[in-house]
């Protein structure tokens, strides 16, 4: 429950952040997006991730953004990413608007018995313009996960302990909204 709530009022408290804008122009060079998403997993052993990113992108050019990201990302574990992130769009602004996207970071876990990893997802989507310059975005990619856990295992004989590596491997589906 806690999380929960505290996943309420995160997405409350960047929701009402507001870009700053250059001089020159009406039009900001920064913008947030946040998203949510599941996946579909391709690993052993199988978990189906669920998660939650905030992100802030500069906008380099026209088609270039570049920023950085956060989240909670729930596996049998939950970690919390931090990437550098770059977005292209592919072609001119219109109703439906193509893009992709590549992330690269760290996971760090904050359980006291598991460590993060190695972050990455690449993803290919559409954003569609909505009302006060919000976009809808609906994205469909690839996610790579890694993290260590410790593990247990008990028998009448024996009580063991050991490091167990994961590598989490899902397609992704993700939507948000970017403003």
Known sequence: ???????????????????????????????????????????????????WQVLGYYKLTDRWSAGAGTGLSFYEKTLIPVYGNIRFQIGRERKFTPYVESA????????????GGFFMNQSVGIQYPLKNKMKLQLAVGYELQELERLKKHTDSFFLKEFEEKLSHHSISFKIGLRF
Request: glycine share 8%.
């Open 104 to 115: 690269v970071g760290y996971s760090f876990a904050p359980s006291g018995n598991a460590n």
């Open 1 to 51: 429950m806690k999380r929960f709530i505290f996943i309420i009022l995160l997405c409350i408290a960047v929701s009402s952040v507001k870009a700053q804008t250059n001089g020159e122009s009406k039009e900001s060079k920064i913008s947030f997006a946040t998203t949510i998403g599941t996946g579909l997993s391709m690993s052993t052993p199988s978990s189906t991730p669920f998660t």
